[in-house]
Every structure is written in structure tokens, then in C-alpha cells.
């Protein structure tokens, strides 16, 4: 398996699973239907754990992320010449695995008559609208969760398999505490892939894809971890 295809392939777990919760939860008619933002965000930790155990074969690093692949390259962890490679693995990947969880609940996307959940299964949009704040807080999601990569590929060696639960559990928290005002995106492939999907997909009766918004969950967690990996080279 190569770093392309490890990539790839995780990224399309992590969002068949990470979307996945969201359309068991939020679509109508579904066994999980209103199971609230705990089952989400546990759902989200499990498509880590299996997003990064998939990929961590192909020695690609388990990224899955565009903001951790940029934010390591810009520490001096990861050549820059890879860094395309791997945004564009990562961006097929989400894209496959938001394609088929639309596959997985066509039934519901029929059925339910709320086209905001329709996007919310696809990607973020926050509870309440005001770009500053939007902004500040997704940067401090992806502070906070590239601030723990960096301290966990320092412990060891680099991330992978070993690193997949530990990860998981600090998706866990940056959800359950920091997910409240945007859904916290942390990852500019897990929300641009899907949105791009929601735009493509013959939906029945959504509403569009809130291209206004979009660029705040792709610019802002590369911020925050651009931030976490100069904090990181001052400190150590």
C-alpha cells in the first residue's frame, strides 16, 4: 500500500464512519435518530481510531487532514514536496466516503424534510453566524488537536497505529467541549470533500451548499495548526 493510497482509503473510513453518525443521527427514520451531539462525537472518535489504524500500513503518516499534513511540513516533519499528494488523497478519500454514506441512507435523505440536516450530515455550519467567531473557534479546535500530534509523534516517533486511540480520545474531547459552536471541522478535506458532494449528488429536494460558510472550515483549521506547529517549535 502506498502513502496515496493509505491516505486515500483513510480518509474515506473516517468519513464513512464520522459522517455516518451524523446521518444515523440527524436523518429521519433512522435507528439513531436525535441520539444529540454525545453520539456524535463518539462516533467521530471511532472514525479516527479507524481512519488512522487503516492508513497506518501504507507508512504514510495517518494524516487524514490537510491541516496536520501542512502543519508538519511547515515544523520541518514532512516535505513540502509531498504535501499536494497528500491534500489530494485526502480530499478523494473524503469525497468517496461522504458518496457512500449518501448510498448507506438514500432512504433517509428521502424521507427526511429538514434540507439543513441534509447538509449537516455532509459538513459543518455553525449554531449561531458570525464569521470572527466561527473562525476563532475552529482555529482553537485544530490548535488543540495538532498541539496533541505534535507532543504524540514526539513521544513516538511518528504518527501511526500506536497513535490512533490516543488521537481518538483528543477528537473525543476538542467535540464533547469546543463542538458546540460550529461542529467543530478541525479538517479542511472533511468538510470541503462532503460539501462538494452535497453539490453533486442528486439529492431530493436540498437546499445549496452554503458556499459562503465554506471557507471558514478549510481556512481555519490550517491556522490553528500553522499556530500549534510555531508555538511547538518555540517550546518543544
Given at each position: 500500500?502506498?502513502?496515496?493510497?493509505?491516505?486515500?482509503?483513510?480518509?474515506?473510513?473516517?468519513?464513512?464512519?464520522?459522517?455516518?453518525?451524523?446521518?444515523?443521527?440527524?436523518?429521519?427514520?433512522?435507528?439513531?435518530?436525535?441520539?444529540?451531539?454525545?453520539?456524535?462525537?463518539?462516533?467521530?472518535?471511532?472514525?479516527?481510531?479507524?481512519?488512522?489504524?487503516?492508513?497506518?500500513?501504507?507508512?504514510?503518516?495517518?494524516?487524514?487532514?490537510?491541516?496536520?499534513?501542512?502543519?508538519?511540513?511547515?515544523?520541518?516533519?514532512?516535505?513540502?514536496?509531498?504535501?499536494?499528494?497528500?491534500?489530494?488523497?485526502?480530499?478523494?478519500?473524503?469525497?468517496?466516503?461522504?458518496?457512500?454514506?449518501?448510498?448507506?441512507?438514500?432512504?433517509?435523505?428521502?424521507?427526511?424534510?429538514?434540507?439543513?440536516?441534509?447538509?449537516?450530515?455532509?459538513?459543518?455550519?455553525?449554531?449561531?453566524?458570525?464569521?470572527?467567531?466561527?473562525?476563532?473557534?475552529?482555529?482553537?479546535?485544530?490548535?488543540?488537536?495538532?498541539?496533541?500530534?505534535?507532543?504524540?509523534?514526539?513521544?513516538?516517533?511518528?504518527?501511526?497505529?500506536?497513535?490512533?486511540?490516543?488521537?481518538?480520545?483528543?477528537?473525543?474531547?476538542?467535540?464533547?467541549?469546543?463542538?458546540?459552536?460550529?461542529?467543530?471541522?478541525?479538517?479542511?478535506?472533511?468538510?470541503?470533500?462532503?460539501?462538494?458532494?452535497?453539490?453533486?449528488?442528486?439529492?431530493?429536494?436540498?437546499?445549496?451548499?452554503?458556499?459562503?460558510?465554506s471557507w471558514i472550515p478549510v481556512i481555519a483549521p490550517i491556522a490553528g495548526g500553522l499556530i500549534a506547529a510555531v508555538l511547538y517549535g518555540l517550546i518543544g
Amino acid at each position: 500500500m502506498t502513502p496515496f493510497t493509505g491516505e486515500l482509503l483513510g480518509t474515506t473510513v473516517l468519513v464513512l464512519l464520522g459522517d455516518g453518525v451524523v446521518a444515523n443521527v440527524i436523518l429521519s427514520k433512522t435507528k439513531g435518530n436525535n441520539g444529540g451531539l454525545i453520539a456524535i462525537t463518539f462516533g467521530w472518535a471511532v472514525a479516527v481510531f479507524a481512519g488512522v489504524f487503516v492508513s497506518s500500513a501504507s507508512g504514510s503518516g495517518s494524516h487524514l487532514n490537510p491541516a496536520v499534513t501542512i502543519a508538519l511540513a511547515y515544523a520541518g516533519k514532512f516535505p513540502w514536496t509531498d504535501v499536494p499528494m497528500y491534500i489530494g488523497a485526502q480530499m478523494l478519500g473524503a469525497m468517496i466516503g461522504a458518496f457512500l454514506v449518501w448510498v448507506t441512507y438514500k432512504q433517509h435523505f428521502d424521507e427526511t424534510t429538514d434540507m439543513d440536516a441534509k447538509l449537516g450530515t455532509f459538513c459543518t455550519a455553525p449554531s449561531i453566524r458570525n464569521a470572527g467567531y466561527n473562525f476563532t473557534t475552529e482555529v482553537i479546535g485544530t490548535f488543540v488537536l495538532l498541539l496533541g500530534v505534535f507532543y504524540i509523534t514526539k513521544a513516538t516517533g511518528g504518527l501511526g497505529s500506536i497513535d490512533g486511540l490516543p488521537i481518538a480520545l483528543l477528537v473525543l474531547g476538542i467535540g464533547l467541549s469546543l463542538g458546540g459552536p460550529t461542529g467543530y471541522c478541525i479538517n479542511p478535506a472533511r468538510d470541503l470533500g462532503p460539501r462538494i458532494m452535497h453539490f453533486i449528488l442528486p439529492i431530493k429536494n436540498k437546499r445549496d451548499s452554503d458556499w459562503k460558510y465554506s471557507w471558514i472550515p478549510v481556512i481555519a483549521p490550517i491556522a490553528g495548526g500553522l499556530i500549534a506547529a510555531v508555538l511547538y517549535g518555540l517550546i518543544g
